[in-house]
C-alpha cells in the first residue's frame, strides 16, 4: 500500500513540475501572453476552463495564453464574449443560461434566458447552455423533480432543433450551495430520463460530486449517457488538480476517455498560486 501511495504522489507530482515549467514568468505571461508553452500533447480530453477562476486576466489575456496551452475554448461565458471567443478561435464551451427548474413560479423567467442564451449558441455554433435545478426552499425532490421535467420539456425541442444541449448542473449542498436540490446524481438522471431528449443532459462537476457523494469513476462510467459536460476542481477547497488534494484526476480523465466522450472537460479550480502556472499543470496532469 505504501508503494503504491509513493507511485501515486510521484507520478502527480512529475506531472506538476512538468507543468510548472509551461509559464516562463508569470508576470510575462500575462502581461503579454508571451511565455506560454504547448501544454497539450495527447489531445484525447477536450480542455477548456471556467472564466470566472481567472479574474486577475481579461479574457483576451485568458483567451491567448489557453490558445497556446492547447485549450478549445473558455466556460461560463456569455453572448456579449462571443467575438473575443471568435476572434481567438475558440469556442464557448459552457454558456450561461437559467436556473430555478424546480420552482413553477419562475418557470417564465428560466425559459426565457434559456432561449435567449440557445439562440446566441445557434449563432456562433456553441455547443451548451447551463441549466440550474434551484434550491429547495420548501419543495420537495420528487416535485422539484416534476416541476423541472415540466420546464426542459417545453425548451428540449427548441434545443434540439438549435443543436444546443442544456447541461443541468450537479452542485453540492454541504459547503458552497446551500440548499440547492441537484445534489445527488440520482435527481439529474431522473430528471433527463423523464424529459427524453438527446439534448437535455447533466453537467458533471468533479468537486461537487466528491463531496456529496464520491464514487466519481463508477458514477461517470454507469451515467456516460447523460452526461453532457465535467468541471475540475481539487478538493477540499476547489483549488488546484495536483497532490494537494484527495482527488486522482490522471485515472478520471482515462475513465472519461474510456467512455467515448467527445465533449469538453472544463478547468473550474480557483488558482492559489500563478493563475497560468497552476492551469498549465491542470492542463498537463489531465491530458491522458
Wanted: hydrophobic fraction near 35%.
Amino acid at each position: 500500500m505504501s508503494t503504491d501511495k509513493l507511485s501515486r504522489r510521484n507520478l502527480i507530482r512529475n506531472a506538476s513540475l512538468m507543468a510548472a515549467g509551461v509559464v516562463a514568468g508569470s508576470a510575462i505571461a500575462q502581461d503579454t501572453g508571451t511565455g506560454v508553452r504547448r501544454v497539450v500533447k495527447k489531445g484525447r480530453i477536450n480542455q477548456s476552463v471556467s472564466r470566472w477562476c481567472y479574474g486577475k486576466l481579461t479574457l483576451d489575456q485568458l483567451c491567448a495564453a489557453g490558445v497556446t496551452m492547447g485549450l478549445k475554448g473558455i466556460d461560463l461565458l456569455g453572448a456579449k464574449d462571443f467575438p473575443t471567443l471568435k476572434r481567438h478561435g475558440l469556442v464557448c464551451t459552457m454558456t450561461s443560461g437559467g436556473g430555478d427548474l424546480n420552482n413553477r413560479e419562475k418557470h417564465d423567467q428560466t425559459l426565457a434566458s434559456l432561449r435567449a442564451s440557445i439562440e446566441a449558441n445557434a449563432e456562433y455554433g456553441y455547443p451548451n447552455v447551463i441549466a440550474m435545478s434551484g434550491n429547495r426552499n420548501g419543495i420537495p425532490d420528487d416535485v422539484g423533480i416534476d416541476n423541472a421535467v415540466e420546464a426542459l420539456k417545453k425548451i428540449a425541442g427548441f434545443a434540439e432543433e438549435k443543436k444546443v444541449t442544456v447541461c443541468i448542473e450537479y452542485l453540492n449542498s454541504k459547503v458552497n450551495h446551500k440548499g440547492y436540490m441537484f445534489d445527488h446524481m440520482a435527481w439529474g438522471v431522473e430528471v433527463c430520463k423523464r424529459v427524453g431528449s438527446p439534448n437535455v443532459k447533466i453537467l458533471y462537476d468533479i468537486y461537487h460530486a466528491q463531496i456529496m457523494e464520491g464514487d466519481i469513476i463508477r458514477t461517470i462510467r454507469t451515467h456516460k449517457d447523460v452526461i453532457g459536460h465535467y468541471h475540475t476542481g481539487g478538493n477540499p477547497g476547489r483549488n488546484e488538480i495536483d497532490d494537494t488534494q484527495e482527488l486522482y484526476y490522471p485515472a478520471i480523465m482515462r475513465a472519461i476517455v474510456d467512455t467515448g466522450f467527445t465533449g469538453y472537460v472544463a478547468h473550474e479550480f480557483v488558482p492559489k498560486r500563478d493563475p497560468l502556472t497552476s492551469l498549465a499543470q491542470g492542463i498537463e496532469i489531465c491530458d491522458v
